[in-house]
C-alpha cells in the first residue's frame, strides 16, 4: 500500500488512525497498586469491544510489533539496491527538506544469522531531498555462494548526535539484503548418526495394549496406539514433552480482528477435526534405528513420520494436504514442552514477532529470548510471536538438558509461547492467565497473514492460507545441555 501511494500523486499517505491504545486502568486495583488496564470489552456497549485499544504502542507507551513495521516502511531513506559483485549499494534520500549530512551508514555482515564483518560506508557530502547516491561498501572479499551458509548484509543509517526524540546511533532507516542462500543442510548423515548409536545400546520397541515405546538409555519415545501421537519424549530421564502433547496438525490461530466487531465469536471452528490412526512401526539398521509413520484426516489430511536413532537424533517428517476448508489459518504441528524449557535461541526473522504480509521490518538473524517475553503486550489476549524463516530453534532450562530443532527441508515459521492459541482466546486479559503449565510450539509450513482488519481490510488473496496441495517440511531434534549455573543469562 505505501508502494502504491508514494508512486501516485493523487494522496498524501496513509495517517494513523490509532496512534495509542486507549484504556483505563481497573479503578478498584489501582487503589492496591496493580496496574491492570481495561478495555471495552470491560464496559457495556454497543461498541466494538477493542475500539480505541488497536493502536501501534500500547497504553503505557510500550514499542510493539506493528510499530517495528511501520517504522520499516515509512523510512526517509531508501536502499534500492545492493550488487554483491561490486559491493555497490544504491540508495535515495526521500526526505522533503534535509540532506543526509548529520548521519552514518554502518553495515554488517551476518553469516548463519550471527555477526561476522562490520564496518562504515562514506556517505556523499550534501544528498539533496530526491537525490539518488551508489556508494561502494568496503568488506573483505568472501565466498557467499558455498550453498552452506545463510549470509546477508544489514545496512543501518544512524544519527550522529542524540535529538528530542532518540539517542546518538539511534537508526532512521535501515535494509537488509541476502548474500547468499544456505541451499544444502550440513547435518549428520544417517551413517553418523547410526556410528553415533553405538554408545547407547541398541533400541527396542515396548507394547501394551495402548502404548508403543521405542527407547534405549539415551532417547525414549511413546505413542499412543489409539490416536497415534506421541505422549512422551524424554532424554535420559529428562522430560522434553508436556507430558501427552506430542507433535499433531493445527490450523488454529486467534487474531482478535478475525472475529466479527458484531459478536466478538469466532468465525470458524477450534476443531481440527482430527481421526485416530495406528502407527505403523519399523525396525531397522539391527535396532539402531526405527521408524513410526501414521497418517490422521482432518482439516487437513496429516502424515507423521518419525526416524529415531539410537544416538538421539529425530527426525520427523511432516506432509500435510488441505481438504478445502475455509477454517484454514495455519499449516503445521502444535506441540507442548516441557515447562521447564523457557529458554530460546532462534535463527530466524526476528526479534519481534512477524508474519507473511508482515516482515519488512524483521531481519533474519540470530535472537536469544524466551517463552514468556514472545507474548507481545496487545490489550486483548491473541496469538502471537509468530517468525519467518526458522532455520534452528533451542529451548531449554536454566541448567540440564534441553532440545535442538533444526529445520532440515522446508520454509517453516515457529512460535514459542507459554500459553496455547486456546488459552489465550479462553481470557480477555494477561492477568487472569493462570500460571503457565507448559511451552507451547508451532512449526508450520504456511501461515495465513494477518491483514488490516482492525481499521480497514482484511488479509489480501495472495496471503491466505491454501486450500489444496501437498507440503512437506522435515525438523530434526536433537539433545543439548546447558551448563551455565542458576541464576545466570
Not at 481495561?38 to 469491544?49: A, E, I, L, R, S
Not at 506421541?230 to 522434553?240: A, C, E, M, Q, S
Not at 505403523?280 to 497418517?295: E, H, N, S
Not at 512477524?354 to 535472537?367: K, L, V
Request: aromatic share 12%.
Amino acid at each position: 500500500y505505501w508502494n502504491a501511494l508514494e508512486t501516485s500523486k493523487y494522496g498524501i499517505g496513509g495517517c494513523i488512525w490509532d496512534w495509542v491504545d486507549q484504556t483505563i486502568y481497573n479503578p478498584a486495583l489501582l487503589k492496591q497498586g496493580k496496574r491492570q488496564l481495561t478495555t471495552g470489552y470491560d464496559y457495556p456497549g454497543p461498541h466494538q469491544g477493542n475500539f480505541v485499544a488497536n493502536g501501534l504502542v500500547d497504553a503505557e507507551r510500550q514499542w510493539t510489533p506493528e510499530l517495528t513495521e511501520v517504522k520499516k516502511v515509512y523510512q526517509y531513506v531508501r536502499f534500492l539496491s545492493f550488487d554483491k559483485a561490486t559491493k555497490q549499494l544504491r540508495l535515495r534520500n526521500e526526505y522533503d527538506f534535509q540532506t543526509l549530512d548529520g548521519y552514518t551508514l554502518r553495515y554488517k555482515i551476518s553469516k548463519d544469522g550471527e555477526e561476522y564483518e562490520t564496518g562504515k560506508v562514506a556517505l556523499p557530502a550534501n544528498l539533496r531531498p530526491d537525490q539518488e547516491a551508489t556508494l561502494n561498501v568496503p568488506f573483505d572479499k568472501i565466498n557467499f555462494n558455498d550453498g552452506e551458509h545463510d549470509w546477508h548484509i544489514t545496512f543501518s543509517l544512524e544519527q550522529n548526535h542524540a535529538t528530542p526524540w532518540g539517542n546518538a546511533r539511534y537508526a532512521v532507516a535501515t535494509e537488509q539484503f541476502a548474500l547468499g542462500a544456505r541451499t544444502a543442510v550440513a547435518y549428520d548423515s544417517e551413517a553418523e548418526n547410526l556410528k553415533d548409536a553405538k554408545e547407547y545400546g541398541k533400541l527396542k520397541a515396548v507394547e501394551s495394549a495402548d502404548r508403543l515405546t521405542i527407547a534405549n538409555e539415551r532417547v525414549s519415545l511413546t505413542f499412543d496406539k489409539t490416536t497415534s501421537r506421541l505422549v512422551d519424549f524424554k532424554y535420559g530421564n529428562t522430560p522434553i514433552l508436556a507430558a501427552g502433547e506430542g507433535p499433531q496438525f493445527d490450523t488454529f490461530r486467534w487474531v482478535e480482528n478475525e472475529a466479527p466487531y458484531t459478536s466478538r465469536k469466532l468465525i470458524y471452528d477450534t476443531d481440527n477435526k482430527l481421526g485416530n490412526a495406528t502407527p505403523t512401526v519399523t525396525k531397522q539398521k539391527g535396532g539402531r534405528k526405527y521408524t513410526v509413520t501414521a497418517t490422521r484426516s482432518g482439516l487437513a489430511t496429516s502424515t507423521l513420520t518419525y526416524d529415531i536413532y539410537g544416538d538421539g537424533t529425530v527426525d520427523l517428517t511432516v506432509t500435510l494436504e488441505p481438504q478445502g476448508s475455509n477454517a484454514l489459518r495455519r499449516l503445521g504441528i502444535e506441540m507442548g514442552f516441557d515447562k521447564a524449557l523457557t529458554d530460546m535461541a532462534y535463527t530466524a526473522r526476528g526479534p519481534w514477532e512477524n508474519y507473511i504480509d508482515r516482515h519488512e521490518g524483521s531481519f533474519f538473524g540470530y535472537y536469544e529470548s524466551n517463552s514468556a517475553r514472545e507474548l507481545a503486550p496487545y490489550s486483548r489476549t491473541q496469538s502471537t510471536g509468530n517468525h519467518l524463516n526458522l532455520r534452528e530453534l533451542t529451548v531449554s532450562p536454566n541448567v540440564g538438558t534441553g532440545v535442538s530443532i533444526s529445520v532440515l527441508e522446508g520454509d517453516v515459521a515457529f512460535s514459542y509461547l507459554p500459553y496455547s492459541d486456546r488459552e489465550l482466546l479462553a481470557v480477555q486479559h494477561y492477568w487472569e492467565l493462570a500460571p503457565s503449565t507448559h511451552n507451547v510450539a508451532h512449526f508450520d509450513i504456511y501461515q495465513e497473514g494477518v491483514g488490516n482488519g482492525s481499521c480497514g481490510p482484511g488479509t489480501m488473496q495472495k496471503y491466505k492460507c491454501p486450500k489444496s496441495g501437498t507440503f512437506t517440511y522435515k525438523l530434526r531434534f536433537t539433545p543439548t545441555m546447558v551448563e551455565r549455573s542458576a541464576g545466570s543469562n
